[in-house]
């Protein structure tokens, strides 16, 4: 238990769908991420959080969409996406930006996979 | 980028050998964390070393780092079947802004036989 709960741990969706990818930190971080994660590549970084405000899309696709209501909690919004979407998708926490020394907190993932 | 790159991609070993994963990195970096993730898992954090930092040890864990040759090592001691999972080498960068996010490898995956 790493303290950042993401749900659902499985989601298949079609095309057409649109559905949400939930993530909750325990720690009283004020930073959080999206990760994207396929086979055979490197971990992606896609969204970051600090203070609830973005800093950071790494060039994400629009068919992604992040929300970030409070420091605890973030959500990935997915919608029309392709089957080349299909991933786990990993939320993750910090006390402050990874530059000044902090570790991240993974959860455990979203199984994503798109038909 | 300042992404960093294992090596070896892949590592099988016996239970009780030391195993021995390589990373390198491409620009300045104020830290290195290495993690660990079990398959289909989150990762784990292991172990992080500040650029001024040469070499650091957590139990059965050995870091050193080669800021000259932008270089890590992840040392695992007598590696038990448990040990096996993939390793990740991440780096944060100098500066503000988006190089201050973390950027991880490709991992080395790491098998230990018993």
């Known amino acids: 238990e790493t303290g950042v709960t993401q749900t659902p741990r499985h989601l298949v969706m079609g095309m057409t769908n649109k559905k949400s990818l939930k993530c909750e930190q325990h720690l009283g971080h004020n930073a959080m991420y999206w990760y994207k994660q396929s086979a055979k590549k490197p971990l992606e970084l896609m969204f970051v959080?600090?203070?609830?405000?973005?800093?950071e899309n790494n060039s994400v696709p629009s068919r992604f969409s992040p929300e970030c209501p409070n420091s605890s909690h973030l959500f990935l919004h997915l919608h029309t996406l392709q089957p080349e979407d299909s991933a786990l998708y990993l939320c993750?926490?910090?006390?402050?930006?990874?530059?000044?020394?902090?570790?991240?907190?993974f959860g455990e993932g979203s199984w994503l996979t798109v038909v | 980028s300042q992404q960093g790159e294992e090596d070896p991609q892949a590592l099988s070993i016996q239970e009780g050998e030391n195993a021995t994963m390589n990373c390198s990195y491409k620009t300045s970096i104020n830290n290195l964390q290495w993690y660990r993730q079990n398959s289909g898992r989150g990762l784990v954090h292991l172990i992080l070393?500040?650029?001024?930092?040469r070499e650091k040890h957590s139990g059965r864990l050995r870091v050193t780092l080669d800021t000259s040759k932008k270089s890590s090592s992840l040392l695992i001691t007598a590696s038990r079947a448990a040990d096996t999972a993939s390793y990740f080498c991440a780096t944060a960068a100098l500066g503000g802004g988006s190089q201050g996010n973390l950027i991880f490898g490709k991992g080395t995956k790491l098998s230990v036989k018993p």
């Open positions: 070393i500040r650029s001024n930092e």
């Open positions: 959080y600090n203070f609830k405000e973005q800093t």
């Open positions: 993750a926490s910090s006390q402050d930006r990874a530059s000044s020394g902090n570790t991240i907190y």
